[in-house]
C-alpha cells in the first residue's frame, strides 16, 4: 500500500453503503486473518450510507467514536480501536484518532451497518493515515473490521472470493456487474416491529456453525455450484433463473443456523410470514417473480422486477407486525467525500 505524509491532523471522510448478499458468508477458514470458507456475493443497496470522517490527533493517545451524535465507549469503541491499530500499523502512526460516523438509516436496524460502518472506516482511516489503497487493498483492509465490509468498497453485483491461500492474498472482493446493469431489480425490504436487537456479532456466531452444524459442509459443497449460478442469472438479467437460486441459498442458510448448537434462530414469526407470503405470490403467478433473503436478524429482503414491485409491496405491507416495505435499488461503491492535502514537500 502506497503513502505519502498528510499534514498532521488532517482529517478524511469516506461514504459506504450497506449490501445484502445474495450467497451468504457463514464460518471462516482462519478467524485471525478473517478468510471465509466460502466466497459470497451480494447486491451493494442505494440511498442508505455510513459517512465517517476519521482524524489523527497529533499528542493524543486514546481514540474516541461519535456515532450519530452520540459519543459510545465499550464494545463498539473497542471494535473500532483494534481497527485503527491495524492501519497505525501499516502507516507507522502512534496518533489516537477522532471518528466520527453517522448512518442515514437506523443503526442495527437489519440493514447491515457493520458493512457500511467498517467500509467508511476503512476508507477513512487509511486516507487520513496518508494510505493510497487500491479498492482491492481496501477491500482486503476493511474485512478485518466485518467479512462483509470487504463487499460494500464496490457496488452493483460483487463478489468477495474466498480465495486459497493461507495468508489471504487471493481473497478480496471485486465488483462483477455495476449497479446501471439491471435497473428492473428492487429490493423491498420489509423492516419488523419489535425486531430482537443483535447481540453477538455473526463473525462469532458463525463459527459455532462451522464445528457443530452438521449440515456446514454440504453447504461448502453446494455453494460454489450456486453462486456460478446466480452469477449467470445475473449477468443475463434473468429473474426467473436467479430468485429460485436466491431462496435456496437463503434456506440452506438458515438450515445451517438453525443445527447449530446452540441453535441459531434469527428469524420471528412475522419474519416466517414474510417468506410464506413470498413462496404463495410465486406460486400464484405460477412462476418466481420474487426472491426472500435474510442475514442474521429477523428483517427480509424481498427481490423482485418493478413491475411486480407495487403489488408485492402491497401484500407485504398486509402482513401484521411488518412496520414498513423499503424500496431500494444496486447503489454505487464506497468513495472518499474529502481527503487530506498532501503535505508541502
Ligand atoms: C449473515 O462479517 O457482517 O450477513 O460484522 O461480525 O456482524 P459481523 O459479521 P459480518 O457477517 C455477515 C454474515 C451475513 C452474511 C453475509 O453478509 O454474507
Known amino acids: 500500500m502506497g503513502r505519502r505524509e498528510p499534514p498532521a491532523g488532517s482529517s478524511a471522510t469516506y461514504t459506504a453503503s450497506p ?9 471462516m477458514r482462519d478467524v485471525e486473518l478473517g478468510l471465509p470458507w466460502n466466497s459470497s456475493l451480494s447486491v451493494t ?6 459517512t465517517t470522517a476519521v482524524r489523527f490527533v497529533p499528542g493524543r493517545k486514546r481514540d474516541s467514536l461519535i456515532l450519530n451524535h452520540r459519543s459510545v465507549t465499550g464494545p463498539p469503541l473497542e471494535a473500532v480501536r483494534r481497527f485503527l491499530d491495524r492501519v497505525r500499523s501499516l502507516a507507522d502512526l502512534r496518533e489516537g484518532a477522532e471518528v466520527v460516523s453517522n448512518n442515514n438509516f437506523p443503526t442495527a436496524s437489519g440493514l447491515a451497518s457493520s458493512a457500511s460502518g467498517f467500509a467508511a472506516l476503512a476508507g477513512a482511516a487509511s486516507a487520513a493515515a496518508g494510505l493510497h489503497p487500491t479498492s482491492r487493498e481496501l ?21 468477495w472470493r474466498a480465495g486459497a491461500q493461507p495468508d489471504g492474498r487471493d481473497c478480496y472482493a471485486r465488483r462483477l456487474f455495476d449497479e446501471h446493469h439491471w435497473p428492473e431489480l428492487v429490493d423491498l425490504v420489509c423492516l419488523l416491529q419489535n425486531a430482537p436487537v443483535k447481540v453477538i456479532r455473526s463473525a462469532g456466531a458463525m463459527q459455532g456453525s462451522v464445528t457443530t452444524s452438521p449440515l456446514f459442509s454440504a ?15 445475473i449477468r443475463d438479467r434473468d429473474a426467473r433463473a436467479l430468485f429460485p437460486v436466491v431462496m435456496e441459498e437463503c434456506d440452506d442458510f438458515r438450515a445451517v443456523c438453525e443445527s447449530t448448537v446452540p441453535t441459531l434462530d434469527y428469524l420471528t414469526p412475522v419474519s416466517r410470514a414474510v417468506l410464506a407470503e413470498v413462496r404463495a405470490a410465486n406460486s400464484e403467478l405460477g412462476e418466481p417473480i420474487a426472491a426472500y433473503t435474510h442475514d442474521a436478524g429477523a428483517h427480509v429482503h424481498v427481490f423482485t422486477l418493478e413491475k411486480h414491485a407495487e403489488m408485492l409491496q402491497r401484500r407485504l405491507r398486509q402482513i401484521g407486525g411488518v412496520d414498513q416495505v423499503r424500496a431500494l435499488r444496486p447503489g454505487p461503491g464506497g468513495h472518499l467525500v474529502s481527503s487530506p492535502a498532501p503535505a508541502a514537500p
Open 139 to 159: 477491500s482486503r483492509l476493511a474485512r478485518f473490521g466485518s467479512g462483509s465490509a470487504s463487499r460494500s468498497i464496490f457496488g452493483g453485483f460483487v463478489e
Open 45 to 50: 443497496l442505494a440511498g442508505i450510507a455510513t
Open 219 to 233: 453447504r461448502q459443497s453446494a455453494v460454489p455450484e450456486r453462486l456460478r449460478r446466480m452469477i449467470r442469472a
Open 19 to 27: 449490501n445484502i448478499a445474495l450467497v451468504k458468508y457463514w464460518g
